[in-house]
């Protein structure tokens, strides 16, 4: 990923397809697929991350399912209109994808750089156990004028460090692509599960204002 337009955001990840690909839109005669991909933590869980690839990259007929891939993209967001309410769509845009002959050790199966700006007031919060917790919602500029708003979550001292950044506050976070299953209430009796995607962050450096 050397070229610089692209340098402001960047994700690596590894693991196995789950999912056939299923059609999502066409840009100029181009289509783009979603699959999901099965990525492990260190933990024995998993992430099950949505990829965004085009067909000139892989042949979208094939079956990959079980089969090891390794993408290298952007995490890239859109509004969904639904319900009367947008909705934050968020999936791995693949620049490169390499279907593996068998299982992988990749050496960082799920890998992001960000270079943004805060975009609201960071949360910071403690779970009933004590966990100190940030959520910041990080806007990313792409070419053309558009930008990606990417939701991250840091830990412990990072969450104190974040919970002073002002808007339009620029920085850089390093860390992983996590899922997290959640129930949505849909009416009176009626929940819906839904999956949240957001960036762990392990690593952020504070740089400026705008």
């Not at 100029?28 to 697929?33: S, V």
């Amino acid at each position: 990923m050397t070229d610089k337009v692209f340098d402001n955001n960047q994700v690596s990840i590894a693991g196995e397809v789950m999912t056939d690909f299923e059609f999502s839109h066409d840009v100029f005669g181009e289509g783009f697929y979603l699959l999901d991909v099965s990525v492990s933590r260190l933990s024995n869980s998993y992430d099950i991350i949505p990829i965004m690839v085009s067909e000139r990259l892989v042949d979208v007929k094939a079956d990959l399912k079980g089969k090891y891939v390794e993408v290298n993209g952007q995490f890239r967001s859109y509004n969904r209109h639904e319900d009367n309410k947008n909705r934050l769509v968020l999936s791995v845009f693949a620049r490169e994808f390499k279907v593996c002959i068998e299982d992988l050790d990749a050496a960082r199966p799920n890998y992001i750089f960000l270079d943004g700006f805060v975009c609201k007031q960071p949360i910071y919060r403690k779970t009933p156990l004590g966990r100190e917790i940030a959520d910041i919602l990080l806007a990313v500029n792409r070419p053309y004028g558009k930008s990606d708003y990417i939701p991250c979550i840091c830990w412990g001292r990072n969450a104190r460090f974040a919970e002073n950044f002002t808007v339009g506050g620029h920085i850089q976070v390093w860390g992983r692509i996590q899922s997290r299953e959640y129930q949505k209430k849909v009416s009176e009796n009626d929940y819906e599960r839904r999956v949240a995607y957001e960036v762990s962050v392990s690593k952020l450096e504070y740089l400026e204002e705008y």
